[in-house]
Nanobody, 124 residues
């Protein structure tokens, strides 16, 4: 599975961005999809996760109520809608597919396939 993120950029505090994750090489419909972030000098951290059919989602406490994860299995894509962005949201954002396993997970070690990341910078 090859994953490619897009949609990152520079935005002011309080603004919005939508990140997209496009997959090729294999259909995404069988996989749990997750979004993670990594800031300079920090470990990769969980942001959001969605079940294979989109019926279940989970979020890090820091983004609950502001971010929404979604997927479109017909288009083989996933997305992360980010609203009310804060400077502390600044990081490289990665999408990933969990393999094997079908339960929601916040552990990066349980995700086998990763995109290259897209930079999100929120200015104060």
């Amino acid at each position: 599975v090859q994953l490619v993120e897009s949609g990152g950029g520079l935005v002011q505090t309080g603004g919005s961005l939508t990140l997209s994750c496009a997959a090729s090489g294999r259909t995404l419909s069988a996989y749990v999809m997750g979004w993670f972030v990594q800031a300079p000098g920090k470990e990769r951290e969980f942001v959001a996760v969605i079940s294979w059919d989109g019926g279940k989602t989970a979020y890090a406490d820091s983004v609950k109520g502001r971010f929404t994860i979604s997927r479109d299995n017909t288009e083989n894509t996933a997305a992360l809608q980010m609203n009310r962005l804060k400077p502390e949201d600044t990081a490289v954002y990665y999408c990933a597919t969990r393999f094997p396993g079908h339960e929601l997970s916040s552990r990066p070690s349980e995700y086998a396939y990763w995109g290259q990341g897209t930079q999100v910078t929120v200015s104060s």
